[in-house]
């Protein structure tokens, strides 16, 4: 079956989404985790919006941001000499949802599978716009640290109502923010990235699989 979604998903991270180590699923998943994943690489569009902010240090743990006081120790840390920082909002979009919610009415099992994948693909696609950034960023001889999400570590999670209005996500994106702060569509990720005028190399996938994060000073957590 033709697919449309063009970035390259990790057959390896769907099954860590589904609970599988190092094994492989039985013939029976896989031929479910393929037909799924047809569906999904047919349906999605993926949409993403960025924008760069200077920002202006108050103390070791506090910044403005266009004005607003962003209050995080973790989040200080990780961007600890940045005067530059960009906010990103990507999304699936809608389709991800409904084949969860039409197969948790129908077949569980594949309503699992869906989540696998669509975790999977919004990872990817994040990683994706991350290089796109990586390489704007480095037009302008700056560096990027990993990703930093609001809710991670003590960085709030209201904050995305920040990153919501600030980056008009609703209109541009179409995500929008439910009372309780999830995001709706729910396979949709808002994240900081610090620049820095330092190379730290830092590794897209964030501080948990770097190498250098027993020894980094500006390691997420
Ligand atoms: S631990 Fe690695 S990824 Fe995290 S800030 Fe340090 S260099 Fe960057």
């Known amino acids: 079956m033709e697919t449309t979604f063009p970035y390259e998903v990790p057959q390896r991270e769907i099954y860590r989404y589904l609970g599988y ?6 013939e029976n998943v896989l031929q479910k ?33 266009d004005g607003i006081p962003v209050c ?5 840390r990780n961007i600890a000499d940045c005067h530059r920082i960009c ?26 599978i869906y989540q696998a994948i ?4 919004i990872e990817s696609y994040c990683n994706y716009i991350n290089d796109l950034i990586r390489k704007e960023a ?9 990703r930093f999400s609001p809710g991670y570590g003590d960085f709030p999670l209201e904050f995305q109502r920040q990153i919501g209005d600030l980056l008009q996500m609703s209109k541009k994106i179409g995500i929008t923010l ?7 569509p729910s396979k949709s990720v808002t994240a900081l990235i610090g620049l820095s005028t330092t190379d730290s190399n830092c590794h897209r996938e964030g501080c948990e699989i770097c190498n250098k994060s027993a020894t ?3 390691r997420r957590i």
């Open 33 to 65: 985790i393929e037909s799924c994943k047809a569906n999904l690489f047919r349906d999605v569009t993926p949409k993403a919006i960025w924008q760069y902010y200077d920002i202006t240090w108050q103390d070791a743990n506090t910044f403005l941001l």
């Open 178 to 184: 439910k009372d309780s702060l999830l995001m709706m």
């Open 138 to 146: 480095a037009e302008e001889d700056y560096f990027l640290r990993p």
């Open 216 to 218: 980094c000073a500006f």
């Open 21 to 26: 180590k190092q094994e492989v699923p039985q």
């Open 87 to 112: 906010l990103l909002a990507v999304t699936l979009g809608p389709m991800p949802d409904r084949y969860i919610q039409k197969a948790e009415v129908t077949a569980m099992s594949d309503a699992v």
């Open 72 to 76: 995080s120790k973790n989040l200080s």
């Open 118 to 121: 669509s975790a999977a693909m």
